[in-house]
């Protein structure tokens, strides 16, 4: 059973960036993928993005496509979403999540985080 845990939510201004991480409480293999979901308040849980093992090939929901980047250092279990000009419209729980490369490419997940707070507010 993977434990995901992340960290870096926050309030912040229109405008601001903000960076979140996430670490998994043991090693994966190479079949393994990390990513991000959100939810806002009264919405659906949404993709954000997601990364392989090796952090070459990462997917992005059409929502935060040139606005998020989702990194991970090649074969460490730490991801990161670096997240720019947000906006009121970003504000949700930001979840980890990680799983199967074929099924976190597909924007589904075997592993969730707790989730983090972003609040982008003036």
């Known amino acids: 059973q993977v434990q995901l845990a992340e960290s870096g939510g926050g309030l912040v201004q229109p405008g601001d960036s903000l960076t979140l991480s996430c670490a998994a409480s043991?090693?994966?293999?190479?079949?393994?993928?990390m990513g991000w979901f959100r939810q806002a308040p009264g919405k659906e849980r949404e993709f954000i993005a997601a990364t392989n093992w090796s952090g070459g090939t990462t997917y992005y929901g059409d929502s935060v496509k040139g606005q998020f980047t989702i990194a991970r250092e090649a074969g460490k279990n730490v991801v990161y979403l670096y997240m720019n000009n947000l906006q009121p419209e970003d504000t949700a729980v930001y979840y980890c999540?990680?799983?199967?490369?074929?099924?976190?490419?597909?924007?589904?997940?075997?592993?969730w985080g707790k989730g983090t707070l972003v609040t982008v507010s003036s």
């Open positions: 043991e090693g994966t293999s190479t079949n393994i993928g």
């Open positions: 999540a990680a799983g199967l490369w074929t099924k976190m490419a597909r924007r589904s997940a075997d592993y």
